[in-house]
């Protein structure tokens, strides 16, 4: 039975797939990668649309790659992305973080990439994710830290966008400052601190490209995503509020001189 008391802030909407979609290993996973070993056993916790998973999958090639999902409906994709890739050693299966259908001392690494912020007990999720990992083996967790985003130039109405969506997160249970977090949640799960190695890494958009697909994201995901039916179903926003926040972004993703980074927190726990 599924433990989790939180709802996923995002939802699985197209302008959230696009995203989640240009993830890989190499940008959402580097610090985990030279720990890798071709025969490992892996579980991909949080998996969604299985981009990154199978790019573990291809690492491993002597070993294997669990992607788990809360939600089963994104699943078709995920597998659709290792039967493209021709990877005959990745599976996935819903699941629930807080409680792992899987004995101790399953796998060598237990992986989660923008997850712990979403869920209702990170605490328990890393206790459970250092109980299924092999001696030896790694708890790896990568998180955005909301907080810490900035970008440039001040266009009117994006700081409203930050407000609004640290607001409709805490509300559906989550913590949008996870990143700066996960030292803390897992020291309290148990980890040793000489066992915990934290460290930081970005995204940057900048280019013409990468300004357009990410304002161009953020602006459908403000009107029609379930981050946008929580926004308003909860009171935080109202529809013409979004409306504002959609146009802002895309106004910023006009303008040449337009920048942003966002930061994350990142751990390399030893089992």
Sequence with gaps: MSQESAVYTHGHHESVLRSHTWRTAANSAAYLLDSLKPHMKILDIGCGPGTITADLAALVPDGSVTGLEHAPGVLEQARAVADDRGLTNVHFAVGDVHALDYPDDT???????????HVGDPVQALREMRRVTKPGGIVAVRDADYGTMTWFPDVDGMDAWLDLYMRVAVANGGAP???????SWALSAGF????????????????????????????????????????????????????????????????????????HGEILCRV
């Design 107 to 117: 796998f060598c690494v237990v992986h989660a990439h923008q997850v712990l912020q």
């Design 177 to 183: 400052d996870g990143g700066r977090r996960l030292r």
């Design 192 to 263: 040793a601190p000489d066992a915990v190695t934290s460290s930081v890494s970005g995204w940057c958009y900048a280019t013409d490209e990468e300004r357009a697909w990410w304002s161009g994201l953020w602006a459908d995901r403000t009107l029609a995503s379930t981050y946008a039916e929580r926004a308003t179903e909860g009171g935080h926003a109202t529809p013409a509020e979004l409306r504002r926040i959609s146009d802002a972004w895309r106004e910023w993703g006009r303008r040449e001189d337009g920048w942003f980074a966002m930061v």
